[in-house]
């Protein structure tokens, strides 16, 4: 009986990915996750009709994503919150607009003002006053 020979295959290394490739391959996958994530994000909004993250100690200084549940609205509420410091650490206002993503109904985005002050760096902040608008108008 002859012997035959094993065939032989030529085994290439693996071909190495570029940069763009790998880049690729990693906003493909944070796409997924963020895909896999949604349902978290609409069964909190469910069930605590609110996210924020609070930014610092002052108080309402806090992102945050909430639902309106009007009468005449519904949708998703949006306040982005920054702190206009006067110079003195002190005394602080924090400017919040909040903006909305109706899908029932309509309204406008609202801009306010609120200052806060304390005595040292270790007392608790007081409210001092409120206005609509924006901070030094």
Request: glycine share 6%; proline share 8%.
């Amino acid at each position: 009986m002859p012997e035959t020979p094993f065939p032989t295959t030529l085994v290439l290394p693996p071909k190495r990915r570029t940069p763009i490739q790998r880049i690729g391959c990693a906003l493909a996958l944070l796409i997924w996750f963020v895909v896999l994530l949604t349902p978290c994000f609409f069964i909190v909004m469910a069930t605590q009709n609110e996210i924020a993250i609070t930014l610092s100690d002052v108080p309402g200084h806090a992102f945050r994503i909430w639902l309106v549940n009007e009468a005449d609205e519904r949708g998703l509420a949006i306040a982005q919150p920054s702190l206009i410091s006067s110079g003195d650490p002190n005394a602080v206002c924090l400017e919040s607009h909040i903006r909305f993503a109706l899908w029932m109904g309509s309204t406008s985005p609202a801009d306010y003002c609120e200052c806060y002050q304390r005595g040292s760096a270790d007392a608790a902040w007081q409210f001092v006053s409120t206005q609509q608008g924006n901070c030094g108008s």
